[in-house]
Structures are given as C-alpha cells and as structure tokens.
C-alpha cells in the first residue's frame, strides 16, 4: 500500500523569504500523480501544484515549484517570496495512475508567515 | 455553481441519531469521492462514485456508513447510529474522468460532524 509522509508538522518563515516544505512516499508503482494542497481555515482544499510521476521537470506555478526526486520518493515544496496569504496547512497527496484514483494525503503541515 | 458545494456546512448532532450529509459536485464531473478529516490528520479516502455506481467503496470504516448517488451527480453520505468518534469534517471532491489528465480533484469546503 502506498503511504505519504510529512515529517514537519509545523514551519516558520518570514515575509519575503523562501520557505521548503518536505514530503516522502512509498509506492511501488511506477506511473503516478502527485500533488500540493493548501488548506486555509476554511477548510476549501485548494489545489497548489502537481506533478507527474514520468515527467522528469520539475512543475513550477508562480512562487510554487517542486523539487522532485522519484528514485528517493521526494517531492518538496518550495515556496518563494513568502506573502501572509500563503499561511496554511498544505498536504502532499498521492494518486494513483491506476484502479480508483483515490489521494493518499500526508498528515499535513502548518505554515505561519511572519511579518 | 462554479465549486463543489456541501451543506450542511455544520452539524452537531447527539450519539445514536442518524444524519445525512450532501454533496453538489461540480457540473459534468463525472467522479465524486468522499474523504474524512479528523482533527490533525490528513483527509482519508471513504468513498468514490463513478457515475452513479460506488467503485470503491473501500475507506467506509464499518456498515454504519453509507453513501449514494442515484443520479450520477449530488451525493449524499448517510451516517447510521452516530458515535462521538465519528466527529470529524467530511469533505466531497469531484473530478473529472481520472484517466484524462492528471484527474485532480476540486474539494468541497466539507461539512463539520459533531457527535455529543
């Protein structure tokens, strides 16, 4: 079974600055999605970025790119110009290329921006 | 609308009652999941609809927990004899075909169980 893993459950950064959230997996499957979410106090589960597992480049969106590294089963989030708004839980997820398509989320961290 | 809607947005209710909650998914996607999010975790998979069949309904924790979609698109999650433990935010995701494209899914903004 696949397994996602976010080892810091919470980080600091301030205003402007570039931030580095960490995430791991396991899966033995070759071809797969994976994604960044942010969760605001709203509860919304707004879609970041996401990558998929046979592109070797690494998806960029704006202050958002990954750093993706499939032998290691890394996928890093790196934030850039840190703005107060970017405050959050943010999830790493797992997808499937096969059977139901199901996300398997890491258990999240916390992102204060400090201005 | 534009977004997966899910009402209602909060619900407390006592142990031993029955709730429903709804899911308004986003118009033409044809896949629906369920997941629950307890305090501090990560959302966990419950449920997934591919039209209007479960297709895996592997995540349901036990046949208290049951889930519909007669129609291929509004959802809703049914919660017999609710525990304390059941408390948690029960958030809907839509997509489309997951085999086009990356198949990400657009969450809903949940509905808060409270079980007292």
């Known amino acids: 079974a696949q397994t996602v893993t976010q080892s810091q459950p919470e980080m600091s950064v301030q205003e402007a600055e570039t931030v580095t959230l960490s995430c791991t997996y396991d899966?033995?499957?070759?071809?797969?999605?994976l994604f960044w979410y942010k969760q605001p106090p709203s509860r919304q589960m707004i879609l970041v970025i996401r990558?998929?597992?046979?592109?070797?480049q690494n998806a960029t969106e704006n202050r958002f790119s990954v750093n993706f590294q499939k032998a290691a089963k890394s996928f890093s989030l790196k934030i850039s110009d840190s703005q107060l708004g970017d405050a959050a839980m943010y999830f790493c997820?797992?997808?499937?290329?096969?059977?139901?398509?199901?996300?398997?989320f890491g258990t999240g961290t916390r992102l204060k921006v400090l201005a | 609308g534009a977004g997966v809607s899910q009402t209602p947005s909060n619900k407390v209710t006592e142990k031993g009652k029955y709730v429903e909650l709804r899911c308004d998914p986003i118009?033409?996607?044809?896949?629906l999941y369920w997941y629950r999010q307890s305090l501090g975790q990560g959302p966990e998979f419950l449920i997934y609809f591919q039209g209007t069949g479960a297709a895996d309904d592997s995540g349901l924790p036990n046949d208290r927990f049951f889930a519909v979609r007669p129609e291929g698109s509004v959802s809703t999650l049914k919660i017999q004899r609710t525990e304390r433990g059941d408390s948690a935010v029960y958030l809907c995701?839509?997509?489309?075909?997951?085999?086009?494209?990356?198949?990400?899914?657009?969450f809903g903004p949940g509905t808060r169980l409270t079980v007292t």
């Open positions: 990558q998929e597992a046979y592109k070797q």
């Open positions: 997820a797992y997808r499937s290329s096969y059977g139901t398509y199901k996300y398997i």
């Open positions: 995701a839509s997509s489309l075909l997951p085999r086009t494209g990356g198949g990400e899914q657009y």
């Open positions: 118009s033409g996607h044809t896949a």
């Open positions: 899966t033995s499957e070759s071809d797969y999605y």
